[in-house]
């Protein structure tokens, strides 16, 4: 009985987030993108907020997105698994800089966006960062706590800060990269 119930407000509070996401201020998206308990709905909530992912892909709890208001996106594909607590760094910028947004290097290297893409099968690691412009190949994996700040093979494994490539997934063995 207590099980059914609980199924029947479920689905009700689904419904109900699934109706009203598009009007919803972007504040109570974001917090039931990044909080709320049930991960379906956490889901559709990401997509209102540019990370939009496959079939079978269901984020853990604590994933967040930084970007402003739209040039950048994330696209993650099927079947990935997403541990608590990464992050998503499609944009960079001293938001409350005055004097530091001038200085040249920060403006024109250090300022600026780019998509994120994640392939299919990949398996993301808890508190992992993946930065701007990163494209994670399929069937590859990232170690929990990397920073990831270039594209990573298919079929991998990468750990560390900055994440390099430490195995090759379909035969186990080691590598070194420089
Ligand atoms: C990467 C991982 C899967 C281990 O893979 P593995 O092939 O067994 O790796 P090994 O234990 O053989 O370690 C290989 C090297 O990588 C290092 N390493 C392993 N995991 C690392 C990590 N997350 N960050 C940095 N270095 C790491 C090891 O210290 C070792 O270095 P060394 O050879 O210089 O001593 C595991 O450490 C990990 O990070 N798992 C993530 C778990 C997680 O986040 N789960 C979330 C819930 S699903």
Redesign the pocket.
């Known amino acids: 009985m207590k099980g059914k119930l609980l199924t029947f407000l479920d689905r009700k509070l689904y419904e109900f987030l699934e109706k009203h996401v598009d009007v919803m201020p972007l504040r109570f998206t974001k917090m039931i993108a990044f909080y709320y308990c049930d991960a379906r709905t956490r889901k559709l909530y990401f997509r209102k907020l540019g990370i939009t992912m496959g079939e079978n892909t269901y984020a ?1 709890l604590g994933l967040k997105v930084v970007r402003n208001d739209g040039d950048f996106s994330v696209t993650v594909g099927s079947n990935v ?1 997403i ?2 607590n990464v992050v998503f760094v499609c944009e960079s910028t001293a938001n409350n800089g005055r004097e530091i947004n001038t200085l040249p290097y920060v403006r024109d290297v250090m300022t600026g966006g780019g998509n994120i893409t994640v392939g299919d099968e990949v ?6 960062t993946v930065l701007q412009g990163v494209t994670i190949g399929k069937c590859s ?6 920073v990831v700040i270039h594209d990573v093979e298919p079929f991998s ?1 990468y ?3 900055p ?1 390099r490539k ?2 090759d997934l379909r035969t ?1 063995e ?1 590598v070194t990269t420089g």
């Open positions: 853990n698994s541990a608590p398996w993301i690691g808890a508190n992992v994996m990232i170690g929990a706590g990397s494994l750990v560390g800060v994440a430490i195995r186990g080691r």
